[in-house]
């Protein structure tokens, strides 16, 4: 038998990926599992690299949220005003760490290098997003805020 045999079963032609095979649904869990995957991955990338990023800003939202909320535990003296904790990261830039639940796969950013204080953290997704900031903390956010 020479080379134009066609005796034999066809070749599946999405084995040898001539084909594509269309993504198969997957359930609302699965997503949820592979989105949270993703989060981690993308956090991990920018907390190993040990990287201080610029500090872009916060968005407004976030900001306005903050001062209202802030004011009875600032007059007490028990956190710092989200301006004096603003003013911090421009001074001293941002690192990105993962919060203390693992299983959330929460990620914040704290100013500084090898900053301890979580105190003076926020949620990564509440940064502004702007044109010059790093393209993997940008897509990070994005995957944090896509639903699914």
Known sequence: ???????????DPTIIGVVPQPDKPISPEEAREKRK???FTLALELIKSGEMFDFPGVSKK???QSKIDEVPFVEM???TS???VLKKFQREGMQVI???DPMAIN???????????????????NLDITRF????IVKLIEVIQRKV
């Open 37 to 39: 995957q993703e989060i």
């Open 133 to 136: 900031m790093d393209p993997r």
């Open 1 to 11: 038998m020479g080379r134009g045999d066609t005796q034999g079963p066809p070749i």
């Open 107 to 125: 990620v914040l950013v704290v100013p500084g290098p090898n900053s301890d204080s979580i105190a003076d953290s926020f949620l990564i997704q």
């Open 62 to 64: 976030f900001y306005d």
């Open 82 to 84: 989200i301006d004096d």
């Open 77 to 79: 003296g028990c956190v």
């Open 98 to 100: 993962l919060g203390d």
